[in-house]
């Protein structure tokens, strides 16, 4: 009897290795699929009004998830908030204005995207303002290190070293 392995062992191994790399393939492909919270019986029937309510919820954030849009979310609350997104559109509200009316109740934290107002001036503009000192700061340093020296002077002895390696 050899000690190597059977065909029926190699068979059972390439089997084995085959659904393995099946299931590797299938986990690679389903890992990057979102997985989105909206239940079959909240879909809208008009499939217009159905991707603009899409459109919104991808822009509201769920207050209790807070990084997820109630879209994405499966909160109790925001069902609650995807169903009046929906009710708004079927009767007759703009974007706009499904938008305006969610942000009067919840305030402005619930848009995931600030609008730009006086009041989110500092959100939207620290980030250039930063940009702008870091910029001067950077010039200021290094007009300062360029009019400094970079060494100390070479003593006597450490010239004369260096004026028989020249060749002087």
């Known amino acids: 009897m050899s000690r190597g392995w059977s065909t029926s062992h190699l068979a059972i191994a390439q089997a084995l290795a085959t659904f393995a790399r099946l299931c590797l393939c299938l986990a690679a492909i389903m890992a990057p699929m979102p997985a989105f919270a909206v239940n079959p019986d909240e879909v809208l029937p008009d499939a217009t009004l159905e991707a603009r309510a899409r459109t919104i919820s991808s822009e509201l954030r769920c207050m209790v998830c807070q ?10 609350l925001a069902r609650d908030l995807r169903l009046l997104v929906r009710k708004r559109l079927v009767d007759g509200d703009t974007d706009r204005q499904v938008l305006d009316y969610i942000v009067s ?11 730009f ?20 700061a950077l010039v ?12 100390k002077p070479l003593t006597p002895e450490e010239e004369a070293q260096l004026d028989d390696i020249l060749g002087k």
């Not at 990084?67 to 109790?76: L, V």
């Open 117 to 136: 107002t006086e009041k989110t001036l500092i959100l939207w503009g620290a980030p250039i303002a930063l940009f702008v000192v870091g910029g001067f």
């Open 140 to 151: 200021v340093y290094a007009r300062r290190r360029a009019g400094k020296p970079t060494g």
């Open 105 to 115: 109740r919840y305030g402005e934290f619930v848009l995931l995207k600030p609008r």
């Open 67 to 76: 990084n997820q849009s109630i879209d994405d979310s499966n909160a109790d």
